[in-house]
């Protein structure tokens, strides 16, 4: 791939510094028939509604300097920052109300800190355009989504394109996220020797479903005894166990479903007494919450890949001109707004808001091609184990944002 | 093989992907495929041809009862044993007196342990086909005690004492269901059906 077909960031020229240019956007050619792949794998939410969400008409490329500098060291970095933001949340009333956890979970969430409750993945987002520091917009780490087109579908298309000629035998991908999936899982299930793990997700969300049979994948693949259960069908045990949709008992249960909904809803009162282990575990809680971005900045003001943050109670003495208001819960960029010189500039509708919001200084996402990139840097426990890319053609990444696949290649 | 070896400019060891992926697995390509009946498939060939029934779990009160049983089982008799001994040593009932608790468990069927006392764990459910593959069971030798004739977990659950029957089927009755995914229905009025449009993020 010559030159002349890369598009560049429209971002700012490189500083002086010959090396410090942005990471590539390379049309490409796309594999005949790879519908028709997809539907053979069971990826069935390529296109939503008509509209492309899996797109491999181009690549992003990246050096392995801009992987291993830029995205995974500060990922694991940050990932320890945040749970000693955690370690001080459960220790703390105040910060827990802050965190807007129900008062009648607290223990639950502080119990499984203090127990160490094992977790299996997230997925931490950035704005990043090749040249200085990643900067942290925000941590999905209780029900992250689009890992299977990360782990397993990004993957697939590099080898075949490699295969095919189409990239050379050097491209390479930020993308250990399967094995490492299923390396995690296998060493979950030694505490739990037979042990059957029930996965759920709500109903009527294909995406959700395909998540949720991927890790099902992986767990079967570890040799890990698994089963399916609808969150909606989760049984009420006469003696307050949760129950499968054959009156088995559930222990062991990965929930694609957010704690915040779930500690608010019914059978949350069957927490304490159900003896379930979860996957992610109730301290998730505080990570996959926005207030997890003011009380970051607070903890490590001018940490390099955060950008400072607050509460509402903060913001007029903030200093902040240009800002993003996030709501304290919201899925896939829902009810987010950005402010510029006081005045609301653009935002998304949504559901959400209730809880009261956060504010976070205005880094909009480089431009690459007339697209709006972010960056998905995924965790399996505390390992950094891969990338993923969205394209929007807002400033706001939602969740008509498509996916694009990556290569890293040193130029 | 030639004398010059193809040039790896990346080298194996760094690689920064997956090393290879079971496709097999991957692949849903039965043309009738829907992802509910796949998911029982996945879990009854995990469950299948692995010892005890699926239906059923055992009691026994020594790790070595239950490997006399499952010779091939050793590991996770003992795994079972000892996991249900912690259990029962963290989370099992508590009493603020050792008359209370042997009221309820009979003499000699308690131990204190700091400021309160448990009952001591009197057998253990050996269940590698459930959820969890094991429970600790408690009993009691006192007539008058609700926990006589029968063993209890620590969440009220008892299975029937039968001599020469060991085994229980490890469910509990479901007295409801559909407390749990109010709040996607509440939201999901909202942003209208969306075949995407997950609760993920």
């Not at chain 1, 991908?173 to 899982?185: A, G, I, P, T, Y």
């Not at chain 1, 899925?331 to 005045?343: D, H, K, L, Q, T």
């Amino acid at each position: 791939m010559r030159q002349g077909g890369e598009q560049r960031s429209a971002a700012q020229a490189p500083r002086g510094d010959r090396k410090v240019v942005a990471m590539l956007r390379i049309p490409c050619a796309e594999r005949a028939g790879w519908e028709q792949l997809a539907e053979e794998f069971g990826f069935r939410f390529y296109a939503i509604d008509g509209e492309a969400y899996w797109d491999e008409s181009a690549y992003y490329q990246f050096t392995l300097a801009q992987i291993e500098r830029d995205i995974e060291d500060p990922t694991a970095e940050l990932h320890q920052m945040c749970l000693a933001v955690v370690d001080a949340v459960v220790a703390d009333e105040q910060l827990l109300r802050k965190c807007c956890i129900p008062p009648e979970h607290w223990e639950l969430v502080r119990d499984s800190w203090l127990a160490s409750e094992p977790s299996l993945y997230s997925r931490m987002d950035f704005a990043y355009d090749g040249r200085g520091p990643a900067k942290f917009y925000e941590n999905n780490a209780d029900t992250p989504t689009s890992l299977y087109e990360t782990g397993f579908w990004q993957w697939l298309w590099l080898e075949q394109q490699v295969n095919d000629g189409v990239l050379g035998r050097d491209a390479d991908q930020f993308n250990s996220l399967q094995d490492k999936l299923v390396e995690r899982f296998a060493q979950l299930a030694l505490d739990k020797p037979g042990e059957v793990l029930h996965f759920s997700c709500s109903k009527d969300s294909e995406e959700d479903r395909g998540t949720v049979q991927y890790l099902e994948d992986c767990a079967s693949e570890a040799g890990v005894p698994n089963a399916f259960i609808y969150i909606e069908d989760i049984g009420e045990g006469e003696q307050g166990a949760l129950t499968d949709l054959e009156d088995r008992i559930i222990r062991w249960m990965f929930k694609l479903y957010p704690w915040e909904f779930m500690l608010r809803e019914d059978y949350s009162r069957l927490l304490p007494g159900a003896a379930v282990s979860w996957l992610e575990p109730p301290w998730k809680s505080v990570l996959s919450n926005k207030a997890l971005l003011p009380l970051l900045w607070q903890r490590f003001p001018g940490h390099p890949n955060l950008l400072p943050a607050y509460f509402e109670d903060d913001l007029a003495n903030s200093g902040l001109q240009q800002f993003v208001k996030k709501p304290i819960f919201a899925r896939e960029g829902a009810n987010v707004a950005i402010y510029r010189e006081g005045r609301e500039v653009l935002a998304s509708p949504g559901p959400y808001g209730e809880e009261g919001f956060i504010y976070q200084d205005y880094a909009p996402l480089p431009k690459f091609g007339g697209n709006y990139t972010l960056l998905g840097s995924w965790l399996v426990d505390d390992q950094p184990a891969g990338l993923s890319v969205r394209e929007d053609h807002s400033l706001i990444t939602q969740d008509s944002a498509r996916y694009l696949p990556h290569i890293i290649k040193d130029y | 093989m030639s004398s010059k070896q193809p040039e790896l400019i990346t080298k194996p060891s760094a690689r920064k992907r997956s090393r290879s992926i079971n496709l097999a697995r991957m692949r849903k390509s039965r043309p009738d495929f829907t992802l509910k009946p796949m998911a029982v498939a996945v879990a009854a060939a995990g469950l299948a041809g692995c010892g005890p029934s699926t239906r059923e779990a055992q009691i026994y009160q020594s790790a070595e009862e239950c490997i006399a049983d499952h010779p091939s089982y050793t590991q996770r008799c003992q795994a079972a044993y000892s996991n249900a001994l912690r259990e029962s040593r963290e989370n099992g009932q508590r009493y603020g007196s050792m008359d209370g608790c042997e009221d309820d468990f009979g003499l000699g069927g308690c131990e204190r342990r700091g400021s309160y006392f448990s009952p001591l764990m009197a057998a253990f459910l050996f269940a590698p086909s459930y959820s969890r593959g094991y429970y600790p069971l408690y009993s009691s030798s006192a007539y008058s005690s609700p926990y006589y004739g029968k063993w209890t977990t620590h969440h009220g659950e008892h299975y029937p004492k039968q001599a020469g029957n060991n085994k229980v089927v490890l469910t509990q009755k479901t007295i409801s269901r559909g407390g749990f995914g109010s709040t996607t229905a509440a939201k999901s009025k909202w942003g209208g059906s969306s075949s995407r449009g997950g609760w993920g993020g």
